[in-house]
Protein backbone atom coordinates (compact mmCIF):
# COMPACT_ATOMS: atom_id res chain seq x y z
CA UNK A 1 0.00 0.00 0.00
CA UNK A 2 1.20 3.72 -0.97
CA UNK A 3 -0.04 6.66 1.03
CA UNK A 4 0.45 10.15 0.73
CA UNK A 5 -0.19 12.91 3.55
CA UNK A 6 -1.77 15.54 1.61
CA UNK A 7 -2.22 15.48 -1.97
CA UNK A 8 -2.73 18.24 -4.72
CA UNK A 9 -2.47 22.19 -4.96
CA UNK A 10 -1.57 22.19 -0.95
CA UNK A 11 1.01 19.86 -0.98
CA UNK A 12 2.69 21.69 -4.05
CA UNK A 13 2.73 24.90 -2.12
CA UNK A 14 4.35 23.31 1.19
CA UNK A 15 6.78 21.64 -0.97
CA UNK A 16 7.50 25.15 -3.27
CA UNK A 17 7.47 26.48 0.84
CA UNK A 18 10.36 24.55 1.72
CA UNK A 19 12.89 24.58 -0.80
CA UNK A 20 12.17 28.52 -0.96
CA UNK A 21 12.89 28.74 2.68
CA UNK A 22 15.89 26.31 2.26
CA UNK A 23 17.52 28.79 -0.60
CA UNK A 24 20.24 30.20 1.96
CA UNK A 25 21.11 26.30 2.47
CA UNK A 26 21.87 23.74 0.27
CA UNK A 27 19.32 21.18 0.29
CA UNK A 28 20.42 17.85 1.91
CA UNK A 29 18.64 14.79 2.12
CA UNK A 30 19.17 13.01 4.55
CA UNK A 31 18.60 8.64 4.18
CA UNK A 32 18.08 6.42 7.23
CA UNK A 33 18.42 3.28 7.56
CA UNK A 34 16.05 1.18 10.34
CA UNK A 35 15.68 -2.35 11.12
CA UNK A 36 12.16 -2.26 11.25
CA UNK A 37 8.83 0.63 10.06
CA UNK A 38 6.74 2.81 11.23
CA UNK A 39 3.60 0.60 12.21
CA UNK A 40 1.24 3.33 11.19
CA UNK A 41 1.04 7.16 10.69
CA UNK A 42 -1.57 7.34 13.10
CA UNK A 43 -0.13 9.43 15.91
CA UNK A 44 -2.03 8.02 18.91
CA UNK A 45 -2.14 4.16 18.02
CA UNK A 46 1.12 2.95 18.67
CA UNK A 47 3.52 3.49 21.44
CA UNK A 48 6.55 1.97 19.92
CA UNK A 49 10.22 3.78 19.67
CA UNK A 50 10.50 3.59 15.88
CA UNK A 51 6.81 4.97 14.87
CA UNK A 52 7.17 7.54 17.61
CA UNK A 53 10.97 9.12 16.20
CA UNK A 54 8.83 9.19 12.42
CA UNK A 55 5.76 11.05 14.07
CA UNK A 56 7.84 13.30 15.44
CA UNK A 57 9.05 14.66 12.21
CA UNK A 58 5.63 15.05 10.92
CA UNK A 59 3.73 16.48 13.98
CA UNK A 60 4.62 18.73 17.35
CA UNK A 61 3.20 18.08 20.57
CA UNK A 62 2.31 20.95 23.32
CA UNK A 63 5.89 20.41 25.30
CA UNK A 64 9.01 19.53 24.10
CA UNK A 65 12.71 19.03 24.98
CA UNK A 66 15.99 20.83 24.31
CA UNK A 67 19.47 19.14 24.22
CA UNK A 68 19.89 18.60 27.78
CA UNK A 69 16.68 16.78 27.88
CA UNK A 70 14.51 19.43 30.00
CA UNK A 71 11.38 20.41 28.81
CA UNK A 72 10.62 22.80 26.45
CA UNK A 73 8.09 24.75 24.67
CA UNK A 74 6.42 23.18 21.39
CA UNK A 75 3.11 23.85 20.30
CA UNK A 76 2.00 25.45 23.92
CA UNK A 77 4.82 28.63 24.68
CA UNK A 78 4.12 28.15 28.61
CA UNK A 79 2.24 26.70 30.88
CA UNK A 80 1.19 27.01 34.86
CA UNK A 81 -0.41 25.46 37.47
CA UNK A 82 -3.19 27.33 38.16
CA UNK A 83 -4.60 25.39 41.30
CA UNK A 84 -3.82 21.52 41.98
CA UNK A 85 -5.79 19.77 40.13
CA UNK A 86 -5.78 22.35 37.02
CA UNK A 87 -2.55 23.49 34.48
CA UNK A 88 -3.05 25.56 31.77
CA UNK A 89 -1.42 25.87 28.38
CA UNK A 90 -1.03 28.84 26.51
CA UNK A 91 -0.72 27.91 23.02
CA UNK A 92 1.25 29.37 20.51
CA UNK A 93 -0.22 31.47 17.71
CA UNK A 94 0.20 31.48 14.43
CA UNK A 95 0.61 27.67 13.58
CA UNK A 96 -0.84 26.09 10.45
CA UNK A 97 -0.55 22.26 10.33
CA UNK A 98 0.44 20.98 6.75
CA UNK A 99 -3.00 21.26 4.83
CA UNK A 100 -2.86 25.08 5.85
CA UNK A 101 -5.62 24.65 8.58
CA UNK A 102 -5.23 27.17 11.69
CA UNK A 103 -3.96 25.28 14.72
CA UNK A 104 -5.85 26.29 18.22
CA UNK A 105 -7.76 24.99 21.46
CA UNK A 106 -10.21 22.66 20.23
CA UNK A 107 -7.32 20.58 18.40
CA UNK A 108 -5.59 20.26 21.45
CA UNK A 109 -8.63 18.99 23.53
CA UNK A 110 -9.77 16.81 20.25
CA UNK A 111 -6.05 15.27 20.50
CA UNK A 112 -5.86 14.24 24.16
CA UNK A 113 -9.12 12.87 24.20
CA UNK A 114 -8.54 11.09 20.87
CA UNK A 115 -5.40 9.86 22.90
CA UNK A 116 -8.22 8.06 26.06
CA UNK A 117 -9.89 6.06 23.15
CA UNK A 118 -10.11 2.35 23.60
CA UNK A 119 -7.89 1.71 20.05
CA UNK A 120 -5.11 3.81 21.95
CA UNK A 121 -1.33 2.75 23.22
CA UNK A 122 -1.35 6.42 24.68
CA UNK A 123 -3.85 6.43 27.56
CA UNK A 124 -1.64 5.95 30.36
CA UNK A 125 0.07 9.49 29.54
CA UNK A 126 -3.28 11.40 29.53
CA UNK A 127 -5.21 8.83 32.16
CA UNK A 128 -5.49 11.57 35.27
CA UNK A 129 -7.00 14.15 32.65
CA UNK A 130 -10.93 13.98 33.16
CA UNK A 131 -11.73 17.55 31.06
CA UNK A 132 -9.79 19.07 28.81
CA UNK A 133 -11.44 22.39 28.50
CA UNK A 134 -11.08 25.09 25.96
CA UNK A 135 -10.80 28.68 27.16
CA UNK A 136 -10.17 30.38 24.56
CA UNK A 137 -8.67 29.62 21.13
CA UNK A 138 -5.24 29.83 22.56
CA UNK A 139 -5.97 29.13 26.10
CA UNK A 140 -6.75 25.32 27.49
CA UNK A 141 -6.94 24.21 31.16
CA UNK A 142 -6.45 20.21 31.88
CA UNK A 143 -8.23 19.24 34.55
CA UNK A 144 -6.68 16.24 36.76
CA UNK A 145 -8.26 13.56 38.84
CA UNK A 146 -5.87 14.27 41.28
CA UNK A 147 -2.67 16.47 41.63
CA UNK A 148 -0.39 15.16 38.82
CA UNK A 149 2.97 16.96 38.72
CA UNK A 150 3.95 14.85 35.34
CA UNK A 151 1.49 16.60 33.07
CA UNK A 152 3.34 18.17 30.81
CA UNK A 153 6.22 15.04 30.87
CA UNK A 154 3.36 13.19 29.39
CA UNK A 155 2.35 15.61 26.73
CA UNK A 156 5.79 15.63 25.53
CA UNK A 157 3.95 12.00 24.04
CA UNK A 158 0.99 13.46 23.07
CA UNK A 159 1.02 14.54 19.14
CA UNK A 160 -1.63 17.04 17.91
CA UNK A 161 -4.20 16.74 15.14
CA UNK A 162 -6.32 19.11 13.25
CA UNK A 163 -9.99 17.99 14.37
CA UNK A 164 -11.73 19.24 10.78
CA UNK A 165 -8.67 17.05 9.07
CA UNK A 166 -9.39 13.82 11.37
CA UNK A 167 -13.32 14.53 11.20
CA UNK A 168 -13.14 14.89 7.60
CA UNK A 169 -11.30 11.70 7.06
CA UNK A 170 -13.77 9.68 9.19
CA UNK A 171 -10.29 9.27 11.80
CA UNK A 172 -11.83 10.39 15.04
CA UNK A 173 -10.80 7.56 17.07
CA UNK A 174 -7.02 5.79 16.70
CA UNK A 175 -6.31 3.33 14.07
CA UNK A 176 -7.04 0.18 16.04
CA UNK A 177 -3.56 -2.31 15.44
CA UNK A 178 -5.53 -5.15 17.28
CA UNK A 179 -7.87 -5.95 14.85
CA UNK A 180 -5.49 -4.89 12.10
CA UNK A 181 -7.91 -2.02 11.04
CA UNK A 182 -7.01 -0.03 7.77
CA UNK A 183 -8.06 3.80 8.15
CA UNK A 184 -6.55 6.92 6.25
CA UNK A 185 -3.98 8.01 9.47
CA UNK A 186 -2.33 4.32 8.57
CA UNK A 187 -0.61 5.90 5.63
CA UNK A 188 -1.78 9.99 5.60
CA UNK A 189 -0.76 12.19 7.73
CA UNK A 190 -1.65 16.12 8.24
CA UNK A 191 0.38 17.79 11.67
CA UNK A 192 2.11 20.94 12.64
CA UNK A 193 5.97 19.42 12.26
CA UNK A 194 9.04 19.91 10.88
CA UNK A 195 8.78 18.00 8.00
CA UNK A 196 5.55 17.30 5.94
CA UNK A 197 4.25 13.28 4.73
CA UNK A 198 5.21 13.07 0.99
CA UNK A 199 5.16 9.27 0.43
CA UNK A 200 4.58 6.04 2.69
CA UNK A 201 5.32 2.61 1.37
CA UNK A 202 5.62 0.66 4.45
CA UNK A 203 8.59 -1.54 5.29
CA UNK A 204 9.86 -0.35 1.86
CA UNK A 205 10.26 3.68 2.19
CA UNK A 206 8.94 6.85 3.51
CA UNK A 207 9.80 10.70 2.08
CA UNK A 208 8.90 13.61 3.89
CA UNK A 209 9.81 16.90 2.44
CA UNK A 210 10.53 20.06 4.78
CA UNK A 211 7.80 22.15 6.29
CA UNK A 212 8.72 25.58 4.81
CA UNK A 213 6.33 27.06 7.00
CA UNK A 214 7.46 25.67 10.47
CA UNK A 215 6.91 27.84 13.24
CA UNK A 216 9.79 28.14 14.47
CA UNK A 217 13.55 28.07 12.59
CA UNK A 218 14.99 24.31 12.35
CA UNK A 219 18.60 24.38 13.56
CA UNK A 220 19.70 21.50 10.95
CA UNK A 221 20.01 21.76 7.29
CA UNK A 222 17.80 18.48 6.01
CA UNK A 223 15.36 19.42 3.50
CA UNK A 224 14.39 15.89 2.81
CA UNK A 225 14.16 12.54 4.71
CA UNK A 226 14.21 9.09 2.93
CA UNK A 227 13.23 6.39 6.09
CA UNK A 228 14.44 3.36 4.65
CA UNK A 229 13.51 0.15 6.99
CA UNK A 230 15.84 -2.78 6.33
CA UNK A 231 14.91 -5.91 8.26
CA UNK A 232 18.23 -7.78 7.08
CA UNK A 233 20.96 -6.13 8.92
CA UNK A 234 24.09 -7.18 6.42
CA UNK A 235 22.03 -5.32 3.70
CA UNK A 236 21.68 -2.41 6.01
CA UNK A 237 25.04 -1.88 6.57
CA UNK A 238 25.91 -2.64 3.06
CA UNK A 239 23.73 0.12 2.23
CA UNK A 240 25.49 2.42 4.64
CA UNK A 241 28.98 1.51 2.89
CA UNK A 242 28.05 1.84 0.00
CA UNK A 243 26.69 5.58 0.34
CA UNK A 244 23.06 4.05 -0.31
CA UNK A 245 22.48 5.51 3.79
CA UNK A 246 23.64 8.60 5.30
CA UNK A 247 22.45 6.97 8.67
CA UNK A 248 21.70 3.45 10.40
CA UNK A 249 20.41 4.11 13.58
CA UNK A 250 20.15 0.12 14.52
CA UNK A 251 23.54 -1.10 14.23
CA UNK A 252 24.55 -4.87 14.47
CA UNK A 253 26.62 -5.44 17.39
CA UNK A 254 28.73 -7.58 15.35
CA UNK A 255 29.35 -4.47 12.84
CA UNK A 256 30.63 -1.86 15.32
CA UNK A 257 34.27 -2.71 15.24
CA UNK A 258 34.64 -2.77 11.43
CA UNK A 259 32.17 0.19 11.20
CA UNK A 260 34.38 2.05 13.35
CA UNK A 261 37.70 1.69 11.89
CA UNK A 262 36.40 3.22 8.40
CA UNK A 263 37.59 6.62 7.65
CA UNK A 264 34.28 7.55 6.00
CA UNK A 265 31.69 6.38 9.08
CA UNK A 266 31.88 8.00 12.56
CA UNK A 267 30.12 5.68 14.98
CA UNK A 268 28.68 7.16 17.65
CA UNK A 269 27.13 5.20 21.29
CA UNK A 270 25.21 5.95 24.46
CA UNK A 271 23.68 3.66 27.12
CA UNK A 272 20.16 3.46 26.41
CA UNK A 273 17.22 4.35 28.47
CA UNK A 274 15.60 0.44 27.30
CA UNK A 275 15.54 -2.30 29.48
CA UNK A 276 15.63 -6.35 27.76
CA UNK A 277 13.55 -8.39 29.44
CA UNK A 278 11.91 -11.31 29.78
CA UNK A 279 7.80 -11.64 31.32
CA UNK A 280 5.15 -14.72 31.12
CA UNK A 281 2.27 -15.86 31.39
CA UNK A 282 1.23 -15.47 34.97
CA UNK A 283 -2.73 -15.71 35.00
CA UNK A 284 -3.89 -18.71 33.23
CA UNK A 285 -4.00 -21.88 35.40
CA UNK A 286 -2.87 -23.80 31.92
CA UNK A 287 0.29 -22.48 29.94
CA UNK A 288 -1.33 -22.23 26.72
CA UNK A 289 1.67 -23.11 24.86
CA UNK A 290 3.31 -25.50 27.04
CA UNK A 291 3.27 -29.32 27.50
CA UNK A 292 -1.04 -30.62 28.13
CA UNK A 293 -1.82 -31.10 31.57
CA UNK A 294 1.13 -29.47 32.80
CA UNK A 295 -0.70 -26.36 34.65
CA UNK A 296 1.73 -23.50 34.95
CA UNK A 297 4.61 -23.59 36.84
CA UNK A 298 5.48 -19.63 35.55
CA UNK A 299 3.41 -18.91 38.80
CA UNK A 300 5.66 -20.06 41.20
CA UNK A 301 8.29 -17.69 41.85
CA UNK A 302 10.70 -19.96 42.41
CA UNK A 303 10.45 -21.36 39.13
CA UNK A 304 10.92 -17.72 37.83
CA UNK A 305 13.85 -17.05 39.58
CA UNK A 306 15.58 -20.76 38.26
CA UNK A 307 14.64 -18.79 34.80
CA UNK A 308 17.15 -16.21 36.07
CA UNK A 309 19.39 -18.24 37.23
CA UNK A 310 19.81 -20.77 34.18
CA UNK A 311 20.59 -17.29 32.22
CA UNK A 312 24.35 -16.47 31.93
CA UNK A 313 23.83 -13.35 31.40
CA UNK A 314 28.22 -12.43 31.04
CA UNK A 315 28.37 -14.62 27.74
CA UNK A 316 25.36 -12.89 26.64
CA UNK A 317 27.01 -9.86 27.37
CA UNK A 318 30.31 -10.92 26.03
CA UNK A 319 29.69 -13.03 22.86
CA UNK A 320 26.16 -11.87 21.60
CA UNK A 321 26.17 -8.19 22.40
CA UNK A 322 29.68 -7.83 22.29
CA UNK A 323 29.79 -5.76 25.13
CA UNK A 324 27.44 -3.23 24.09
CA UNK A 325 25.03 -4.47 27.35
CA UNK A 326 24.64 -3.42 30.92
CA UNK A 327 23.36 -6.79 32.72
CA UNK A 328 21.08 -5.40 35.61
CA UNK A 329 18.59 -6.95 37.91
CA UNK A 330 16.07 -3.82 38.14
CA UNK A 331 13.74 -3.32 34.91
CA UNK A 332 14.68 0.74 35.10
CA UNK A 333 17.92 2.12 33.01
CA UNK A 334 20.49 5.00 35.25
CA UNK A 335 19.24 8.61 34.94
CA UNK A 336 15.30 8.17 35.89
CA UNK A 337 13.25 8.71 38.80
CA UNK A 338 13.11 5.70 41.26
CA UNK A 339 15.97 3.59 40.11
CA UNK A 340 17.75 2.01 43.01
CA UNK A 341 21.41 0.47 42.43
CA UNK A 342 20.46 -1.91 45.02
CA UNK A 343 18.10 -3.18 42.70
CA UNK A 344 20.65 -3.26 39.91
CA UNK A 345 22.62 -6.49 40.36
CA UNK A 346 21.04 -9.52 38.99
CA UNK A 347 20.73 -13.22 40.39
CA UNK A 348 24.19 -15.39 40.25
CA UNK A 349 24.14 -17.49 36.75
CA UNK A 350 23.73 -20.99 39.00
CA UNK A 351 23.06 -23.69 37.55
CA UNK A 352 22.84 -26.19 40.62
CA UNK A 353 20.37 -23.63 41.97
CA UNK A 354 18.33 -23.35 39.17
CA UNK A 355 17.85 -27.42 39.53
CA UNK A 356 17.19 -26.98 43.33
CA UNK A 357 14.54 -24.21 42.33
CA UNK A 358 12.68 -26.55 39.76
CA UNK A 359 13.27 -29.35 42.42
CA UNK A 360 11.19 -26.82 45.46
CA UNK A 361 8.55 -25.99 42.82
CA UNK A 362 7.38 -29.44 42.00
CA UNK A 363 8.72 -29.74 38.15
CA UNK A 364 12.54 -31.34 39.05
CA UNK A 365 12.17 -32.62 35.12
CA UNK A 366 11.24 -29.28 33.99
CA UNK A 367 8.40 -28.36 31.58
CA UNK A 368 7.81 -27.78 28.07
CA UNK A 369 6.82 -23.92 27.05
CA UNK A 370 6.82 -21.90 23.74
CA UNK A 371 9.10 -18.54 24.00
CA UNK A 372 8.09 -15.83 21.94
CA UNK A 373 10.74 -13.44 20.40
CA UNK A 374 10.82 -11.02 17.66
CA UNK A 375 13.91 -11.55 15.50
CA UNK A 376 13.85 -7.58 13.87
CA UNK A 377 13.00 -4.88 16.96
CA UNK A 378 15.76 -4.95 19.28
CA UNK A 379 19.45 -5.16 18.75
CA UNK A 380 20.27 -8.79 18.65
CA UNK A 381 16.93 -10.32 19.77
CA UNK A 382 17.08 -13.54 17.58
CA UNK A 383 20.64 -14.48 18.93
CA UNK A 384 19.53 -13.61 22.37
CA UNK A 385 16.68 -15.68 22.94
CA UNK A 386 18.21 -18.62 20.90
CA UNK A 387 21.24 -18.06 23.36
CA UNK A 388 18.87 -18.20 26.33
CA UNK A 389 16.79 -21.26 25.05
CA UNK A 390 20.00 -23.32 24.81
CA UNK A 391 20.73 -22.41 28.61
CA UNK A 392 17.56 -22.96 29.64
CA UNK A 393 17.46 -26.24 27.87
CA UNK A 394 20.76 -27.23 30.08
CA UNK A 395 18.86 -27.11 33.44
CA UNK A 396 16.00 -29.35 32.54
CA UNK A 397 13.21 -26.83 30.49
CA UNK A 398 12.34 -27.66 26.97
CA UNK A 399 11.94 -24.73 25.32
CA UNK A 400 10.37 -24.26 21.79
CA UNK A 401 11.61 -20.86 20.22
CA UNK A 402 8.84 -18.75 18.30
CA UNK A 403 10.86 -16.43 16.71
CA UNK A 404 8.49 -13.67 13.90
CA UNK A 405 8.74 -9.96 12.72
CA UNK A 406 7.24 -7.33 15.00
CA UNK A 407 4.43 -7.07 12.78
CA UNK A 408 3.12 -10.18 14.19
CA UNK A 409 4.92 -10.26 16.90
CA UNK A 410 3.47 -7.42 18.93
CA UNK A 411 -0.32 -7.98 18.18
CA UNK A 412 0.23 -11.31 19.65
CA UNK A 413 1.27 -9.91 22.87
CA UNK A 414 -1.72 -6.89 22.74
CA UNK A 415 -3.88 -9.96 23.01
CA UNK A 416 -1.77 -12.15 25.92
CA UNK A 417 -1.61 -15.12 23.28
CA UNK A 418 2.13 -15.79 24.88
CA UNK A 419 3.42 -18.37 27.90
CA UNK A 420 6.66 -16.58 27.72
CA UNK A 421 7.87 -13.32 26.02
CA UNK A 422 10.91 -11.16 25.34
CA UNK A 423 10.49 -7.20 25.66
CA UNK A 424 12.43 -3.73 25.66
CA UNK A 425 10.96 -0.96 27.27
CA UNK A 426 12.16 2.19 28.44
CA UNK A 427 10.43 5.39 30.62
CA UNK A 428 9.26 8.16 28.05
CA UNK A 429 9.48 10.91 30.50
CA UNK A 430 12.45 9.33 32.74
CA UNK A 431 10.49 8.37 35.22
CA UNK A 432 9.99 4.87 36.63
CA UNK A 433 6.17 5.28 37.12
CA UNK A 434 5.98 4.80 34.13
CA UNK A 435 6.91 1.23 33.96
CA UNK A 436 5.11 0.50 37.54
CA UNK A 437 1.93 1.62 35.94
CA UNK A 438 1.67 0.27 32.61
CA UNK A 439 4.07 -3.03 33.32
CA UNK A 440 3.03 -3.90 37.04
CA UNK A 441 -0.10 -3.00 37.80
CA UNK A 442 -3.66 -5.10 37.51
CA UNK A 443 -5.37 -5.09 33.56
CA UNK A 444 -7.75 -2.40 34.02
CA UNK A 445 -6.78 0.21 31.05
CA UNK A 446 -5.17 2.43 31.15
CA UNK A 447 -3.57 0.86 34.07
CA UNK A 448 -1.36 -2.37 33.18
CA UNK A 449 -1.55 -1.53 29.04
CA UNK A 450 1.34 -3.20 28.91
CA UNK A 451 1.13 -6.29 31.67
CA UNK A 452 0.97 -8.89 29.11
CA UNK A 453 2.24 -11.37 31.57
CA UNK A 454 -1.58 -10.35 33.32
CA UNK A 455 0.29 -10.33 37.02
CA UNK A 456 -2.55 -8.71 39.69
CA UNK A 457 -1.62 -7.84 42.49
CA UNK A 458 -3.73 -5.77 44.73
CA UNK A 459 -0.63 -4.76 47.43
CA UNK A 460 1.36 -4.15 44.62
CA UNK A 461 -1.15 -2.17 42.82
CA UNK A 462 -1.80 0.19 46.31
CA UNK A 463 2.24 0.46 46.55
CA UNK A 464 2.05 2.30 43.02
CA UNK A 465 -1.24 4.13 43.35
CA UNK A 466 0.76 5.65 46.72
CA UNK A 467 3.79 6.64 44.78
CA UNK A 468 2.03 8.29 41.83
CA UNK A 469 -0.45 9.99 43.98
CA UNK A 470 1.77 11.58 46.24
CA UNK A 471 3.01 15.39 45.77
CA UNK A 472 6.21 15.62 47.21
CA UNK A 473 8.65 14.68 45.26
CA UNK A 474 11.60 13.03 47.60
CA UNK A 475 8.40 11.20 49.68
CA UNK A 476 7.09 10.10 45.87
CA UNK A 477 10.38 8.80 45.23
CA UNK A 478 11.11 7.03 48.11
CA UNK A 479 7.76 5.15 47.67
CA UNK A 480 8.65 4.82 44.12
CA UNK A 481 11.64 3.15 45.05
CA UNK A 482 9.31 0.45 47.32
CA UNK A 483 7.67 -0.02 44.74
CA UNK A 484 10.57 -1.35 42.65
CA UNK A 485 11.87 -3.51 45.58
CA UNK A 486 8.73 -4.92 45.91
CA UNK A 487 8.36 -6.10 42.20
CA UNK A 488 12.02 -6.71 42.02
CA UNK A 489 11.72 -9.41 44.67
CA UNK A 490 8.97 -11.13 42.93
CA UNK A 491 10.66 -11.76 39.96
CA UNK A 492 7.27 -10.60 38.16
CA UNK A 493 10.03 -10.08 35.27
CA UNK A 494 13.33 -11.34 34.43
CA UNK A 495 15.65 -8.51 33.36
CA UNK A 496 18.30 -8.63 30.98
CA UNK A 497 20.40 -5.94 30.45
CA UNK A 498 20.08 -2.00 29.61
CA UNK A 499 21.08 -1.56 25.88
CA UNK A 500 23.55 0.46 24.41
CA UNK A 501 22.46 2.84 21.50
CA UNK A 502 24.69 2.49 18.43
CA UNK A 503 24.41 4.60 15.52
CA UNK A 504 26.29 4.94 12.30
CA UNK A 505 26.99 7.98 10.11
CA UNK A 506 28.84 9.05 7.19
CA UNK A 507 31.27 11.40 8.37
CA UNK A 508 29.34 14.68 6.89
CA UNK A 509 26.39 13.59 8.93
CA UNK A 510 25.65 15.17 12.52
CA UNK A 511 22.88 13.86 14.36
CA UNK A 512 22.91 14.07 17.95
CA UNK A 513 22.54 10.58 19.94
CA UNK A 514 19.55 11.10 22.49
CA UNK A 515 19.32 8.05 25.15
CA UNK A 516 15.83 7.32 24.42
CA UNK A 517 17.05 6.64 20.83
CA UNK A 518 14.96 9.72 19.55
CA UNK A 519 15.96 11.03 16.03
CA UNK A 520 15.40 14.63 16.46
CA UNK A 521 15.30 15.51 13.14
CA UNK A 522 15.85 19.30 13.69
CA UNK A 523 19.07 19.16 15.00
CA UNK A 524 20.63 16.87 12.37
CA UNK A 525 23.26 18.54 9.58
CA UNK A 526 24.42 16.76 6.10
CA UNK A 527 27.95 19.25 5.27
Same mark, same amino acid.
Given at each position: ???????????????????????????? #??????????????????? +????????? &??????????????????????????????????????? %?????????????????????????????????????????????????? =?? *???????? #????????????????????????????? #??????????????????????????????????? =?????????????????????? /????????????????????? $???????????????????????????? $?????????? %??????????????? +? $??????????????????????????????????????? %??????????????????????????????????? &????????? /???????????????????? &???????????? =?????? #?????????? =??????????????? &????? %???? *????????????????????????????????????????????????????????
Amino acid at each position: MRGTGLTGARLGAALLAATITAGAAEAA #TLRVGVQADAGTMDPQAQN +IQTTLTLHA &MVFDALVTRDRQLKLAPGLATRWELVNPTTWRFHLRPGV %RFHGGEAFGADDVKFSIERAKAASSQFQIFVAKIKEVVVVDDLTVDLVTD =GP *DPLVPDKL #TYIFVMDRGWAEQHSVREPQNLRTRQETH #TALNANGTGPFILRTREPDSRTVLERNGSYWTPIE =GNVTRVEWRPIANDPTRISALL /SRELDLVIDVPTQDVARLQRD $QNLRVERADEFRTIFFGFDLKNEQLKYG $QPGGGNPFRD %RRVREAVSRAIDIAS +I $QRATMRGLATPTGQLLAPGNVGYDPALDARLPYDQAAAR %RLLQEAGVPQGFAFTLDCPNDRYVNDEQVCQAVTA &MLNQVGFNV /SLNLMPRARYFPKLWERDTS &MFMMGFNSPYFD =GMYALE #TLHMTRADPE =GIFNYSLYSNPEIDA &MIRAA %RDET *DLARRETLMKAAWKRVTEERIYIPLYHQVLVWAMRTNVVAPLRPDNWLEIRWVKVN
